[in-house]
């Protein structure tokens, strides 16, 4: 299959590709192969990521995340061994968050939650979720829960007496304050999210506000997961595998 046309398919996806921030968000970094035989997928993009690509002969590394420009010049050298192995780079990152079959609804759906709304907006995406149980749980039930799916432990407040109905939920990057109020202001049970930060516990606190948190990596690895599942029902003929990553952040 032609890299061209699985990245149309792959746009075609997204309801938010009007979005006037879509194409900085998502899209290919690197041209290598142009024939696509085999693809990987993985949350970050990497070295190590990159050379799970070479070592499973994979010609496109499809990821939630662009390797990050604050991490100094990892950009470049990941581009540099990219080249070097003819090797494609596909990212979606915002377009991913908002989508209904991207990181938050897909651990929605592996939590057991109905979504009410969307929530948590930037740049015109939707990077959040505010969603249900049907029947309240315990606290401690959601944490052994949430932890069976990511297979790694998370960090665990509980700041707020009584079972969870409603759950504030941003897959990866939602650690800051203004994430935790807009999930209290919806009058969320607990908010769920992939970075821990000390400000964002303090304000869990103050508020009396449950606060569960997972990895960056892992909690969003199910939206790029559901997006190579799609690929994959579309192209038969193409090859499709999960790239290991390391649960550094656990």
Not at 21 to 47: A, K, M, P, W
Not at 158 to 177: A, M, N, P, Y
């Amino acid at each position: 299959m032609r890299l061209a046309e699985i990245e149309r398919f792959i746009i075609s996806l997204f309801e938010s590709d009007e979005n006037e921030h879509f194409h900085e968000q998502s899209g290919i970094t690197v041209r290598g192969t142009e024939d696509i035989r085999r693809i990987g997928y993985c949350t970050n993009l990497t070295l190590d990521t990159i050379e799970e690509g070479r070592k499973n002969n994979v010609n496109l590394i499809i990821t939630h995340h662009d390797a990050w420009d604050f991490i100094f010049g990892l950009k470049e050298a990941c581009r540099k061994k990219l080249t070097e192995y003819n090797m494609s780079h596909y990212f979606t990152h915002l377009p991913l968050d908002d989508c209904n079959f991207g990181t938050n609804n897909s651990l929605i759906e592996k939590l057991g939650l109905s979504i009410i709304k969307k929530s948590h907006n930037e740049d015109g995406f939707y990077c959040g979720r505010i969603a249900e149980f049907d029947e309240e749980i315990e606290f401690e039930e959601l944490v052994r829960k949430l932890e069976m799916i990511l297979e790694e432990p998370t960090k665990a407040w509980r700041f707020k007496d009584g079972r969870i109905k409603r759950v504030g939920l941003v897959c990866g990057g939602g650690g800051s304050t203004a994430d935790v109020r807009e999930a209290f202001e919806k009058n969320c049970d607990v908010y769920i999210t992939g970075e821990k930060v000390l400000y964002t516990i303090e304000y869990a606190k103050f508020v009396g506000m449950n606060l569960i948190i997972g990895s960056h990596t892992f909690t969003e690895l199910l939206g790029i997961e559901s997006l190579a599942g799609k690929i994959a029902d579309k192209y038969s003929d193409v090859n499709i595998i999960r790239l290991s990553e390391e649960h550094l952040e656990a």
